[in-house]
C-alpha cells in the first residue's frame, strides 16, 4: 500500500507564480526557499514576487475584467464553472491535502476533510448561491423606475495567511470569482503551495487566463505592493491585527480601494456552575484549543470556569491533555502537528515563558518535542491561575497553549472576556435559557457559541468585532464585500 510518506517523497511541487494563465518566474527571477514545518525538508524554490510582478498580474486582472470574459457570463454559466472547479479539487484532493500537510505542517486526516472539503465546499457553495440572487426594484413613484443592482467591484486582491492555506484562501476567491470579480492571490510566504495549484485547478475547470491569478511572495513586497496600488478597487484580507492596519493605512494612503479586514483574536469560552453538559464542555475547551496546533484565530484560547467547580473541571481537563501529543502529520492518526516554522515556534515558546514568568502555573506541557525529526512541534500547554492582566491572557498566542482564568459570577466573566481589543468568537456553558442570551448579547464577538464550540457552516458569516477586523467571510453577506451596489433611474414618463 502507498502510504502517505511514499506520495511525499515522489511530490514535485511548483511554486512559480500564476499569472494570465501560464506559470512564470518572478521577473526579478528572486526565489525562497520552502521548508516543510514536518522535518525541515525542501520542498522546493518559490517565486519572490514584487511590485513589478504585482503590477503585471493587475494589468491581466484588470484586462480581463475590461473585456468581461468572466464578468460578462451570465451567472448560471459562472455557476457552471465554478462547481467544476469544486469537482476537480475533490478529483485532486489527495495531492491538495498532501501539499496542505507538507507546506504548513497540520495533520493529513484534517488537510483532507476540513481544508480540501471546506474549501471545495466553499467554491460550490457560492457558484450555486449565484444564479438564485435577485437584484430589487425601489417602491419610488410610478413616474420612474430606480433599479437597485448588484455590480462586481473589479479588481480584488486577496492576502491571506498560513493557517488555513487553502481555506483561507476560498473563502475569499469564492464570493469573487462568483460575483465576476477578476482576482489576485497572495497566499502567506509560509504556505504557497495549495493556492498556486489551485490558479491551474481553476483554469482547467473553464475560468479564463486572467481572472485568477496568483502571486507567491512576502507580505512587505507582494503584499503590500497590491494594497498599495492604484487599480486594485478591493482588497480582502485576513492576517494579523497589526498587518490588518496597515493594509486599511495603505488603502487609504492609495486610492482608497475597498479594505475589508479579517484579523486576530483571543476568544473567551465561560463555562458556568450549572452547565448541562460538564463533559462536553470539557471536550470542546481542549479539542477547540488544540485542534490545528491552536493555530485558529478563533480559538477559545482564554477559558473561564466559574470558581465552585475550577478544581473539578481541570481535573476531567487535563485527562484529555494527552490525547493531543503532537505526532507524525502524515500518519493518518496524528491528530496534533507541527508549528508551521521556526519564527512561530520561537514565538509560542516565548509565551510559554512569559506564562510562567508572570506567575501563571503550568499544569501541562511547555516543551518542545520531536526534535529529532526536525520538525516544530510542541506539546498541549495549559496554564492555571491566570489572570487578565497577564500577557499570556492578553496577547494571541496562536500556538497550543490554554490560559485557564476563574470568574464569580457571570457578570464578572463577561467583563473580563470583553477586557480585550479582539472581538472574534466568544462561548457561553449553562444551563439557565436567560443568562445564556443575555450574556450572548453582552459578549462584543461576532460569533457567540451556547453549550457548544464547534458551530461552523458556509451559510453563516464569521468575522469579528473590535480589533478582530471589520468584514465577513462566508454566507450570502461575503457578496457585500465584492460588489458595488448601483442604483439606475429610468424615466417612465
Ligand atoms: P500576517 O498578518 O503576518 O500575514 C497575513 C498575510 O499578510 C500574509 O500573506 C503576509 O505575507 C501578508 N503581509 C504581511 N505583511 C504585509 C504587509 N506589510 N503588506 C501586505 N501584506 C502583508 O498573519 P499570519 O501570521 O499569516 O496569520 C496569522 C493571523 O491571521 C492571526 O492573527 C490569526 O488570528 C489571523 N487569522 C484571522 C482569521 C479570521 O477570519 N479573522 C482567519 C485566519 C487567521
Known amino acids: 500500500m502507498t502510504t502517505w510518506h511514499d506520495k511525499a517523497a515522489a511530490l514535485q511541487a511548483d511554486g512559480r507564480a500564476f499569472i494570465g494563465g501560464e506559470r512564470v518566474w518572478a521577473k526579478s527571477e528572486q526565489q525562497f526557499e520552502n521548508l516543510s514545518p514536518i522535518d525541515g525538508r525542501k520542498l522546493g524554490m518559490v517565486a519572490r514576487c514584487d511590485s ?256 465552585s467547580i475550577k478544581d473539578h473541571f481541570l481535573e476531567k481537563a487535563l485527562a484529555k491533555v494527552p490525547d493531543y501529543q503532537p505526532g507524525d502529520p502524515l500518519d493518518e492518526n496524528t491528530v496534533m502537528g507541527a508549528i508551521v516554522d521556526a519564527t512561530q515556534l520561537k514565538t509560542v515558546m516565548g509565551y510559554i515563558e512569559a506564562g510562567q514568568a508572570g506567575g501563571a502555573r503550568l499544569l501541562a506541557g511547555g516543551k518542545q518535542v520531536r526534535t529529532e525529526t526536525g520538525g516544530y512541534y510542541v506539546e498541549p500547554t495549559l496554564f492555571d491561575q491566570v489572570d487578565s492582566s497577564m500577557t499570556i491572557a492578553r496577547e494571541e498566542i496562536f500556538g497550543p497553549v490554554l490560559s485557564v482564568l476563574s470568574f464569580g459570577d457571570v457578570q464578572d466573566a463577561v467583563r473580563q472576556a470583553n477586557a480585550t481589543p479582539y472581538g472574534l468568537h466568544a462561548a457561553v456553558w449553562t444551563a439557565d435559557l436567560s443568562k445564556a442570551i443575555q450574556t450572548s448579547r453582552a459578549l462584543r464577538a461576532g460569533t457567540v457559541h451556547v453549550n457548544q464550540y464547534d458551530g461552523d457552516d458556509i451559510t453563516v458569516p464569521f468575522g469579528g468585532y473590535k480589533q478582530s477586523g471589520n468584514g465577513r467571510d462566508k454566507s450570502l453577506h461575503a457578496f457585500d464585500k465584492y460588489t458595488e451596489l448601483k442604483t439606475t433611474w429610468i424615466q417612465i414618463g
Open 52 to 307: 513589478a510582478d504585482v503590477d503585471i498580474a493587475v494589468a491581466a486582472a484588470r484586462a480581463a475584467f475590461e473585456d468581461r470574459r468572466w464578468a460578462g457570463k451570465s451567472p448560471a454559466q459562472r455557476k457552471r464553472v465554478l462547481v467544476k472547479f469544486a469537482d476537480l479539487m475533490q478529483k485532486h484532493g489527495q495531492e491538495l491535502a498532501l501539499l496542505e500537510t507538507l507546506d504548513m505542517g497540520k495533520p493529513i486526516k484534517y488537510s483532507q476533510s476540513v481544508d480540501v472539503g471546506g474549501a471545495a465546499n466553499c467554491i460550490r457553495w457560492y457558484g450555486e448561491a449565484i444564479d438564485k440572487i435577485y437584484d430589487e426594484i425601489a417602491p419610488t413613484a410610478a413616474s420612474s423606475l430606480a433599479l437597485i443592482t448588484r455590480e462586481p467591484v473589479g479588481v480584488v486582491a486577496a492576502i491571506v495567511p498560513w493557517n488555513y492555506p487553502m481555506l483561507m484562501a476560498s473563502w475569499k476567491i469564492a464570493p469573487a470569482l462568483a460575483a465576476g470579480n477578476s482576482v489576485v492571490l497572495k497566499p502567506s510566504e509560509k504556505s504557497p503551495l495549495t493556492a498556486l495549484r489551485l490558479a491551474e485547478i481553476a483554469l482547467e475547470a473553464g475560468i479564463p487566463p486572467g481572472v485568477f491569478n496568483v502571486l507567491p511572495g512576502y507580505g512587505a513586497e507582494a503584499g503590500a505592493a497590491l494594497a498599495l496600488h492604484m487599480d486594485v478597487d478591493c482588497i480582502g484580507f485576513t492576517g494579523s491585527t497589526r498587518v490588518g492596519k496597515q493594509i486599511m493605512q495603505m488603502a487609504g494612503q492609495s486610492n482608497l480601494k475597498r479594505a475589508w479586514t479579517e484579523l486576530g483574536g483571543k476568544s473567551a469560552n465561560i463555562v458556568c456552575a450549572d452547565c448541562p453538559d460538564l463533559d462536553a464542555a470539557v471536550e470542546a475547551a481542549i479539542g477547540s484549543i488544540f485542534f490545528n496546533q491552536g493555530e485558529s484565530c478563533n480559538a477559545p484560547s482564554r477559558l473561564f470556569v466559574e470558581a
